[in-house]
């Protein structure tokens, strides 16, 4: 039987969201912050980055 981690999340209540083959892309979702593939290492970069700021900014 094999696993599939759409299947997964969707049993779990979550869901999947998929961008092009090979291109960045960069999902937020409250806390989590995650990339498609090595081509989204930037754009996560910046979106943490940026997730960072607003908290140093908070304390």
């Not at 997964?8 to 209540?13: D, H, P, R, S, T």
């Not at 999947?16 to 995650?34: F, P």
């Not at 943490?48 to 304390?59: C, I, N, P």
């Amino acid at each position: 039987m094999p696993f599939h981690v759409e299947q997964a999340l969707e049993i779990a209540g979550g869901y999947m969201e998929e961008g092009a083959l090979y291109r960045s892309h960069v999902v937020k979702d409250r806390e989590l912050i995650t990339g498609q593939n090595p081509a989204s290492d930037m754009a996560l970069a910046k979106a943490l980055a940026e997730v960072l700021d607003k908290r140093q900014d908070f304390y």
